[in-house]
Each structure stands twice: as structure tokens, then as C-alpha cells.
């Protein structure tokens, strides 16, 4: 165990490393190497950012889901496993909202210039922010609810979140409102040119392996509180025992 | 696209495309912020 830790620091600082290599070439592609957009123009280069962002931020709540159903699996039957699938439903909640919370704002920074307003009740926007307003009340639970049970309560909440997120995925699709159609699987006319493949996968990479990272930064954070509170409940079981009688 | 014109607040394309950048990284520079600040003070009894 002593050596555990120093190793898992270096793959750590490792990753970071990668991590931020991987988004200073996806940055350098989406704005120096990738030609203008012909019908957007400059603007058209938030797409870099905004796509890949929005796509990861569909997929971090799937690992709130999965972990929130084995909480809730282990949480009678084996506490300390329950507990660590606990604090990695609350990093993947986290990011979730990271990564939504960016997908709402670069797009209204986009659809101000491209269509003059800042938003629209469209059906992907309207999705996307209910998905976002869905982690926050998860969030906002754990964190102000009373009861004892609130952890219990955030793990069934998630399971209803997760419903909205193929919701999202398939708003452009069900319903051609304003918000652009898809650039993948989006018929015969969808995809992109290949002179923006190179900005827009180096991105996707990059964000991903950043998510991952902060991920189980945030995991690790909580598992140490959580270690923390155990132990600090055990002295104060040890000290009540020493009191003399 | 330049250094140069990247950072040309002439425009309103300009700006806004200046602007998701800086949310983008802001955010999430904050974010890992905010999780090493209290990384730091949740001091681990193995450290």
C-alpha cells in the first residue's frame, strides 16, 4: 500500500499530462489548422468545442447511472463496496453538470451570432437543460437533504435522470426544430468535411481522457473524506470507550 | 486563422468565438480548481 501511492501519483500526473497535450493539438486544430467555415465563418470553430463536449456529456451520466444501481444493490449487502460506488456516482454526477453546464453555454454563445438569439424552446436545448436541471436537483439533494436516506434518494433520482438522455440524443431526430441537424448518423447529407475531422476528433479525444480525469480526481477526493469520516467515527468510539466509569 | 485575428475584437463572431473558448477552459480549469484546493485540505492519513 505504501507503494501504491507514489505509482498511482505518477499515472495521475501522467494522464494530466496526455490529457492536456491531446487539447493543446485539438485547440491548435479547431483555430489555426482547420480552414474557415463557408457558411458560419469563424464562429463556426465553437462546433470544435461544443460538439465533442456535448456528446461526452451524454455519456457521464450513464456511469451515474451504473453506479447509483449497484449503491443501491450493495447498500444492505455490502456497505464498504456501497460506499465506494456512492462517491463515484457523485464525481460522475459532477462532471455530468461540467460538461452540460459548458454544452448550454458555448451554444448560446453560437446561437446568438448564428441565429441572433440567445435561446429557443427547441426540443434539444429544452432536453438538454432539463438533463442539466435533473443533476443539479442530484446534486442539490445529497447536499441539503436532512435525512439520513438522501444518498438512497439521489441513487433512485439518477435512474430517472438517465431517461432524459436518449431523450436528448434523439431530440434532433424525433422532432426537426432549430437547433441544427446531427452530424453523425443523421442521413445521407449529414457528416462533415475532412479538412474538420483531424479539430473535431482531437477534441473529442482530449475532452475525454480530461473527463476521465477529473472523474477519478473527484472520486479519489471523495473516497478520502469518506475514509476520513470512518475514522474519525472510530476515535470517537475509541474515546467514549476510554471515559472511566 | 492568426494570433492576430483570433484575439480581433472587431467583430461579434470574433468575440463570441473568444468567449465559448474562454468558458470552455474556465470552467473546467475551474472545476479541477476546485477539486484539487480541497484534495489538498481533506488531508489523507496516509500522507
Redesign the interface.
Known sequence: ??QR?PSLRSVAWLWFGIAVAILIIG?RQA??LTP?DAAQ???G??FY??VP?AMLSLLFPYLNFAASLLYLYWRMRDPLKALAADAFALASA?VTV?YA??TL??GM??G??AWGIWWTWDARLTSMLLLWLLYVSYLMLRNFSPTGQSHTLAAVLSIFAAVDVPIVYMSIRWWRTQHPAPVFGGGPNAGMDKSMLPAFFWNLAGWAV?GIF?LL??F??ER??Q??EQ?AALHAIEASLEIPQ | MTWHSLFDFSTMANRHLIAAYAVVLGIQAGYLGWVARNWMRAKGSRD
Open positions: 500500500m505504501e501511492t485547440f483555430i489555426f474557415t465563418g469563424d464562429v470553430r465553437i468545442y461544443h463536449i459532477e461540467v453546464t459548458i453555454l458555448s454563445i453560437w446568438r451570432v480530461w477529473i480526481f473527484r479519489a477526493l478520502r473524506r475514509i476520513n475514522e
